[in-house]
């Protein structure tokens, strides 16, 4: 079954710039930043700038007894249910001839909205007087009961929107969820897509969703020293600049509908564009670590390119993960500039997380989604607040404006921390 190709056929996103991919995707050109100022007692300023999802548009043919069970979806799941009910919109109606069998989903949760306790303060508040030693036992029972959602354990649970949607939307065949940082919403899409070039089912579903923005992770991403402390506000998130010092969390959902080319063929389906090739690998860093290898994706890259069996100059443009961080920018610019010598080519390097901010697992599938969208508007989008790039790397092609874009194809690279690394190579029709 290698033979056959795998297309994308449906796209959805919910982000900090928009409900849709088509508003997200214009907002890009246009270089809007969708992170803002959010105060908050008690947290340092440069925890007040966040990539928040105000806006999200539920399907209207939701069932009483499905809205039910949305209790139990907490704020990311939302996200990432309307990201993937946008991917299949038109598409219901006319995928009767493809059993749920053979419709497979994968679904990618790089989740934080439900990490700590913070949603028992106001019962906690109620029964306590200036020293929370002093709990009134009776009256914390009472608060648990009026104030505290019986839910809230559920709520926390990483597959319930897998358990949902495919449910809601009749996905039956190979399955299955992903709790992890990035890469695992890229390694949702390379599940998705090699359940159909295995044969193994005709139609997939991949979608990855997160949020981190409540204190808990912000305390927690911060304690690693990942994030970014510029006084600036959402202008410090610098992917690949010689003065970034980090990222800013965000939130988000975003999907990708891929199926075979010639059952898309018969159903009448639009066709965004091809996966051409997929890679994942995984450098060590040690013994006991967490940082990143020195160069993260340089192997991932190679075999990607390998798979499609291209090189870096058959592409349009490259977007690797642009953490922001100092080292794992320099580890993923060293892999990119080291494949470039390799090639004898110097494609434009852009960063699109600035503009978002780090939504986790859908980070890996949005970014997908906007290369889809630049290739088809002949654009490489800008990378946002870029000035300039440290010196080991002046001569990378990365721009602080948009680019014109040459060819149709492009290369999404993401990487987690651990060492791990996925890539995806799309070819826009």
Same mark, same amino acid.
């Given at each position: 079954?290698?033979?056959?190709d795998?297309?994308?056929?449906g796209?959805?996103?919910?982000a900090?710039?928009? /409900?849709?991919?088509?508003?997200?995707w214009?907002?890009i050109?246009a270089m809007?930043s969708?992170?803002?100022?959010?105060?908050?007692?008690?947290?340092?300023?440069?925890?007040?700038?966040?990539?928040?999802?105000?806006?999200?548009?539920?399907?209207?043919?939701i069932s009483?007894?499905?809205?039910g069970?949305?209790?139990?979806?907490?704020r990311g799941?939302?996200?990432?249910? !309307?990201?993937?009910?946008?991917?299949?919109?038109? $598409?219901?109606?006319?995928?009767?001839?493809?059993?749920? *069998?053979?419709?497979?989903?994968?679904?990618?949760?790089g989740?934080?909205?439900?990490?700590g306790?913070?949603?028992m303060y106001?019962?906690?508040?109620? !029964?306590?007087?200036?020293?929370?030693?002093n709990?009134?036992?009776?009256?914390? &029972?009472?608060?648990m009961?009026?104030?505290?959602?019986?839910f809230?354990?559920?709520e926390?649970? &990483?597959?319930?929107?897998?358990?949902?949607?495919?449910?809601?939307?009749e996905?039956?065949?190979?399955?299955t969820?992903?709790a992890s940082?990035?890469?695992c919403?890229?390694n949702a899409?390379e599940?998705a897509?090699?359940?159909?070039?295995?044969g193994n089912?005709d139609?997939?579903?991949?979608?990855g969703?997160?949020?981190?923005?409540?204190?808990?992770?912000?305390?927690?991403?911060?304690?690693?020293?990942?994030?970014?402390? !510029?006084?600036?506000g959402?202008?410090?998130?610098?992917?690949?600049?010689?003065?970034?010092?980090?990222f800013?969390p965000?939130?988000?959902?975003?999907?990708?509908l891929?199926?075979?080319?010639?059952k898309?063929a018969e159903?009448?389906?639009?066709?965004?564009?091809?996966?051409?090739?997929?890679g &994942?690998c995984?450098?060590?860093?040690?013994?006991n670590?967490?940082?990143?290898p020195?160069?993260?994706?340089k192997?991932n890259i190679? /075999?990607?390119l390998?798979?499609?069996g291209?090189?870096?100059?058959?592409?349009?443009?490259?977007?690797?993960?642009?953490?922001?961080t100092?080292?794992?920018?320099?580890?993923?610019?060293?892999?990119?500039?080291h494949?470039?010598?390799?090639?004898?080519?110097?494609i434009?390097?852009c960063?699109?997380?600035?503009?978002?901010?780090?939504?986790?697992?859908?980070?890996?599938i949005?970014?997908?989604?906007?290369?889809v969208?630049?290739?088809?508007?002949?654009?490489?989008?800008?990378?946002?607040?870029?000035?300039?790039t440290?010196?080991?790397f002046?001569?990378?092609?990365?721009?602080?404006?948009?680019?014109? !874009?040459?060819?149709?194809?492009?290369?999404s690279? $993401?990487?987690?921390? *651990?060492?791990?690394?996925?890539?995806?190579?799309?070819?826009?029709?």
């Amino acid at each position: 079954m290698n033979h056959r190709d795998v297309v994308i056929t449906g796209m959805g996103l919910t982000a900090p710039l928009g /409900s849709s991919v088509e508003e997200n995707w214009n907002n890009i050109k246009a270089m809007k930043s969708g992170i803002v100022h959010e105060p908050r007692e008690g947290l340092p300023d440069f925890l007040q700038y966040v990539g928040r999802t105000d806006r999200h548009l539920l399907p209207r043919d939701i069932s009483p007894r499905q809205e039910g069970q949305m209790k139990f979806l907490n704020r990311g799941a939302i996200f990432g249910f !309307c990201s993937a009910c946008e991917a299949i919109s038109g $598409t219901t109606e006319n995928i009767a001839d493809i059993s749920p *069998g053979r419709r497979a989903l994968y679904v990618a949760a790089g989740d934080f909205t439900k990490i700590g306790s913070e949603f028992m303060y106001p019962a906690m508040s109620d !029964c306590v007087d200036d020293h929370w030693q002093n709990a009134d036992q009776e009256k914390l &029972n009472i608060s648990m009961l009026n104030k505290v959602n019986p839910f809230f354990l559920l709520e926390s649970l &990483n597959n319930n929107l897998f358990s949902f949607l495919s449910a809601f939307i009749e996905f039956m065949g190979p399955n299955t969820s992903l709790a992890s940082l990035s890469p695992c919403g890229g390694n949702a899409m390379e599940l998705a897509y090699r359940s159909i070039k295995q044969g193994n089912a005709d139609m997939a579903m991949a979608v990855g969703y997160g949020s981190w923005i409540n204190e808990v992770i912000l305390y927690e991403l911060e304690g690693l020293g990942i994030l970014s402390k !510029c006084r600036s506000g959402r202008g410090s998130y610098k992917p690949f600049d010689h003065n970034r010092d980090g990222f800013i969390p965000g939130e988000g959902g975003a999907a990708v509908l891929l199926e075979d080319s010639e059952k898309a063929a018969e159903r009448g389906a639009r066709v965004y564009g091809k996966i051409r090739g997929v890679g &994942n690998c995984t450098e060590s860093v040690g013994e006991n670590k967490m940082g990143v290898p020195d160069a993260v994706s340089k192997r991932n890259i190679i /075999s990607t390119l390998n798979d499609a069996g291209f090189s870096t100059g058959d592409l349009a443009f490259i977007v690797p993960h642009g953490s922001g961080t100092r080292k794992g920018d320099r580890s993923e610019l060293r892999s990119v500039k080291h494949v470039f010598e390799r090639d004898g080519s110097n494609i434009p390097v852009c960063g699109l997380k600035s503009y978002t901010g780090h939504m986790g697992a859908a980070s890996d599938i949005a970014e997908l989604i906007f290369g889809v969208h630049a290739v088809s508007d002949k654009t490489v989008p800008a990378t946002l607040n870029f000035e300039k790039t440290e010196k080991e790397f002046m001569d990378l092609n990365i721009s602080g404006l948009p680019q014109p !874009c040459e060819k149709n194809r492009f290369l999404s690279v $993401t990487y987690g921390v *651990g060492g791990q690394s996925s890539s995806v190579i799309v070819e826009v029709s």
